[in-house]
């Protein structure tokens, strides 16, 4: 009953609050979702005792779903570790979430709607997560897809919300195109959308051929290339990463609670889920390395420029994905789902802080319109601090942890994919403890950029915002010390117990990594020190000298500020042909064929033919009488030649 109660609570909440909003109020919606994700909360921390701890797996049969033919698919909820740490991440940050939006959202007309659509997310993700076939976890993807819709365009009124709204909606639905091919092509070759059933018979089918169009390649390769494209798109890496930024137009508890947290790892907890089909595709793995490794860095340059709070952020989790991602590449899929667990605390920690900054500067998003408020908010300020520690990898804090091992991980693999991963990793190491410390300095210290009636009502956030972000603040500074021996330690075998599979012949960087150089492991504390610094530097100490680089490398610093250009890019290539085409076949096809010579055309001609022969009606006896003999000459005429 628990773990049927951690799972289906959040949708009970969801439809108690969208349903009946209008009756309970909008206190009585806060306290039902609430108080019902509290329960799911506390459930799953009970079920981590039971599956992760105990190691008592379970896989529960709620009712028999899909049977056409060979396929076969019960609704079936899968607890394992894999599944027990990601219903942690997802109840809990999502518990503070609903909290923090208690007074966040304390103003807006909508309430209840608002709470129903988170609590309607987080069962969506639940689903995922739980689920015991691709079928059933596709639903639980689309579920997200449709609950990141609704949020991210909550103030349907802005017609910038609407767009971003409409851009997640479409850049997701290429991924999820892919990934629903992978789908196919699994089912095709194991007859099973199972994962006991895949997983199962992986090894007979590892060296499998299709023809892919027109190719002959590897199909368990295939297969997990397009499931990667599907987590390309969910969990925003380079080339499908573009409706990240843009999803920031949502109210800040949906950025902490989507786009930091939870949806956006829904892609890696699939590829960690499906390991024991990647293992078998060398060249599947070495694209993820690749891919993630280029977006972590790709991100985190972005990141240094960017002056929108929230999209500062925003970009530092599409940077700490390609991290994960990587990790993934090189067989480290503990350390993945360790980074993914930590940076879930201290991400949505600063996310949340970054909204009590807002909420607090009236507002105000824009951080060179910004600071000077430290003394004004102490604590939101000192939280951000402990979110930025723990992003930035600084001993001993949550990120130190977890950032490092992949780090290490990547180097230990020994492979030129993972020296590119770990070169591109401490890079990003480097620019992420720089941009973190330039919004932290150009935020809070400093000189007040703000105007006098702003700065005079800068004030500290209320309890109901402050007390959710010292909970995810304790994770943001125990989870990774509490969390090393368990997900990448020494006693990693007997707490994952089968639910992660690696190929340890093959994949060996988790073996390894505890014995990388030292220089290795202390590299990214070096360069994250140095970013920090550098920050220090540039915006304390001579905050006369970021304009003049900008100035003087202008060309470099529009580049990053506009994304790489990837949206100008994707509009020239995408949008606009899209809409010349659809213009084509609304005017050409539509409006002069189909209309033209359709319904329009045939009105247009009884139009004209009524008209002439209306010219006929002149009411003159003549001419009636000239028109009957001529009717008369032609009948006759036509009778004499038929006669013949």
Not at 68 to 81: E, H, I, P, Q, R
Not at 469 to 483: H, K, P, R, T, Y
């Amino acid at each position: 009953m628990m773990y049927v109660a951690a799972v289906f609570l959040p949708l009970l909440g969801s439809i108690v609050a969208g349903l009946f909003g209008r009756f309970i109020g909008d206190r009585g919606a806060q306290i039902v979702t609430c108080t019902l994700l509290g329960v799911s909360a506390l459930s799953s921390a009970l079920i981590f005792k039971e599956v992760a701890i105990d190691g008592n797996f379970v896989t529960i049969q709620v009712l028999h779903w899909i049977q056409s033919g060979t396929l076969d698919v019960s609704w079936a909820l899968k607890f394992d570790t894999l599944t027990a740490v990601m219903m942690i991440v997802v109840t809990w940050v999502s518990f503070m979430v609903h909290v923090y939006s208690v007074g966040y959202m304390s103003h807006d007309p909508a309430i209840p709607r608002f709470m129903s659509y988170l609590s309607l997310f987080t069962f969506a993700m639940l689903m995922l997560v739980t689920a015991d076939n691709l079928i059933q976890l596709f639903f639980g993807w689309e579920g997200v897809g449709v609950a990141s819709y609704l949020l991210i365009g909550f103030w349907y009124q802005k017609p910038s919300a609407c767009a971003a709204a409409i851009k997640a909606f479409v850049v997701n639905r290429v991924g999820d195109f892919g990934f629903a091919l992978g789908i196919f092509g699994l089912y095709f070759l194991f007859d099973s959308v199972t994962f006991a059933g895949i997983f199962a018979a992986a090894p007979e089918k590892a060296n499998a051929v299709v023809t892919f169009f027109g190719i002959e390649a590897n199909a368990i390769t295939i297969c997990c290339l397009l499931l990667f494209v599907g987590a390309m798109g969910k969990s925003a890496q380079l080339g499908l990463h573009t409706w990240l930024p843009d999803a920031m137009e949502g109210p800040t508890p949906v950025s902490a609670l989507i786009h930091a947290a939870t949806m956006v790892t829904a892609g890696v907890f699939m590829v960690a889920r499906m390991s024991p089909l990647f293992e078998y595709s060398s060249t599947a793995l070495t694209v993820v390395t690749l891919v993630g490794a280029a977006t972590a860095f790709f991100a985190a340059t972005v990141g240094c420029v960017q002056n929108d709070i929230k999209r500062v952020i925003a970009y530092s989790t599409c940077s700490q994905l390609g991290y994960m991602f990587f990790a993934i590449g090189v067989s480290a899929y503990q350390a993945a789902i360790f980074h993914l667990m930590t940076h879930a605390f201290f991400k949505a920690l600063l996310f949340l802080g970054a909204g009590s900054v807002i909420h607090a500067m009236s507002d105000e998003q824009d951080i060179r319109r910004m600071g000077g408020i430290w003394k004004n908010v102490k604590i939101t300020w000192a939280l951000m601090w402990i979110g930025s520690l723990a992003l930035a990898g600084v001993p001993f804090f949550a990120g130190y942890y977890s950032k490092d091992t992949i780090l290490e991980a990547a180097w230990a693999s020994h492979s030129l994919a993972g020296q590119f991963a770990y070169v591109m990793g401490v890079s990003a190491a480097f620019l992420t403890a720089f941009y973190s410390w330039r919004l932290l300095i150009l935020t809070f210290h400093g000189k007040p950029r703000a105007d006098e009636h702003v700065m005079a009502h800068v004030h500290e956030s209320p309890a109901i915002m402050i007390i959710p972000l010292m909970v995810l603040a304790v994770g943001a500074v125990f989870s990774g010390w509490l969390g090393y021996e368990m997900f990448v330690g020494h006693v990693q075998h007997d707490f994952w117990r089968g639910s992660i599979k690696v190929l340890s012949d093959v994949h060996g960087a988790m073996e390894h990594f505890h014995h990388v150089e030292k220089w290795v492991a202390l590299t990214p504390t070096i360069v994250a020190a140095s970013g920090i610094a550098l920050a220090y530097l540039l915006y304390m100490f001579f905050p006369s000298v970021p304009p003049a680089l900008a100035s003087s490398f202008r060309g470099i610093y529009l580049f990053l500020l506009n994304k790489w250009y990837f949206d100008e890019l994707y509009d020239f290539l995408f949008v606009k042909p899209a809409f010349k085409l659809g213009r084509g076949f609304w005017q050409g096809g539509d409006g002069a064929l189909i209309d033209g010579v359709g319904p329009d055309g045939v009105a247009a001609a009884t139009k004209s033919i009524a008209q002439k022969v209306g010219k006929l009606q002149s009411g003159y006896l003549y001419h009636y009488a000239f028109v009957m003999l001529i009717g008369v000459a032609v009948f006759v005429t036509w009778y004499m030649f038929n006669a013949r």
